[in-house]
């Protein structure tokens, strides 16, 4: 597991840009995961800044993202995928037939999991970029998942949909469920950027790093990823000792 610890936001987004520059520069068509969330945004905005000045090209990668929620279709500004349009792709020469995110209004939820399971079965990410919840939870594997979960529906947790109200109008349009990658999904990408800004994220990344790994903290499993890049900013990282800074 590699830790790094961004001065700034500027910092922050060039550090995880980077990541998946160094990516697709190795493998053009590679398969990239993305995650939504306040805590990404500082990386999408430098990967546009690069792909304007020609250092990265998303036109033969394939994207996709861990999480969209229940009941949103795919225009509504909440949606997960209004959000990678607006924050990245429509801004970037990302081919929109290569993209895959599962849809918050299909009318077989079951069968929507079940196509999205074998999209991912069929096309191992390359890069995996995963949000820190909180509450631990990694894309929506809300605490006391099963660590072998595939794409699942989830109700979400009181304390996601809390924390998540500051992009609704209230509490009360919060969507209370959502499709999610599973934890295995999210393991078997070949290499993960895991992501926390903030002191309100101090507690659950100290635990991240060295509590017991154990599905009443999903993000746990980071641990045993072989190649995890874990990058932070300073509030987030406030909490951990001082021999894992250096
Ligand atoms: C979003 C997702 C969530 C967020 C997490 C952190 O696609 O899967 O797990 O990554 O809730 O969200 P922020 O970055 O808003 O604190």
Known sequence: MQL???????????????VVCQVVKNKPNAVLGFATGS?????????????QKGEISFKNAFCCNIDEYVGLDKNHPQSYAYFMRKHLF?????NFDNVEIPS???????????????????????????GLGQNGHIGFNEPYTPLGSKTHVVCLSKSTIEANSRFFTSVNH???????????????????????????KAEVVKDM????C?????????????DATILLDSQSASLLPDYLKE
């Open 4 to 18: 790094i610890i961004a001065k700034d936001s500027q910092q922050f987004g060039e550090i995880g840009a980077n």
């Open 39 to 51: 805590t990404p945004i500082a990386i999408y905005e430098k990967l546009v800044e690069k792909y």
């Open 104 to 130: 918050g209004i299909a009318k077989n939820l079951l069968e929507e999991c079940k196509r999205y399971k074998e999209f991912l079965a069929y096309h191992p990410r390359d890069l995996q970029i995963v």
């Open 90 to 94: 429509d801004h970037v020469d990302v």
């Open 214 to 226: 154990h599905p009443h903290l999903p993000c746990s499993v980071v641990q045993l990823h072989p």
């Open 174 to 200: 919060v969507p209370t469920k959502a499709i999610t990658m599973g934890i295995t999904e999210l393991m078997t990408a070949k290499r993960l950027l895991v992501l926390a800004c903030g002191r309100h």
């Open 209 to 212: 790093i060295l509590g017991a």
